[in-house]
């Protein structure tokens, strides 16, 4: 497992996300949903919601993620 690689489990679900430094002060963040095939569109459409607007790209609760990436950046070297 590559450190650029979270495994995050939580209320809205299960995830990957896929963290690429890009600059030091810009980064990309490639995130897959597992979920059931037959999922009902309104059941999804909450799950994706709920997580977008508390899990931000680093995977922490919001304001939480800004910060520890921001940590994260000022520790590299």
Do not use: Y
Not at 1 to 13: K, V, Y
Not at 33 to 57: M, N, Y
Request: overall charge negative; aromatic content about 10%; charged content about 25%.
């Amino acid at each position: 497992i590559f450190p650029n690689l979270l495994f995050q489990d939580s209320n809205t679900g299960f995830r990957f996300r896929q963290i690429w430094p890009l600059a030091p002060d810009r980064m990309e963040v490639l995130q897959w949903e597992l979920a059931p095939r037959e999922e009902h569109p309104a059941v999804k459409t909450h799950r994706l919601q709920a997580s977008i607007l508390f899990l931000g790209p680093g995977g922490f609760g919001s304001p939480d993620d800004a910060e520890a990436l921001e940590l994260a950046a000022d520790d590299a070297p």
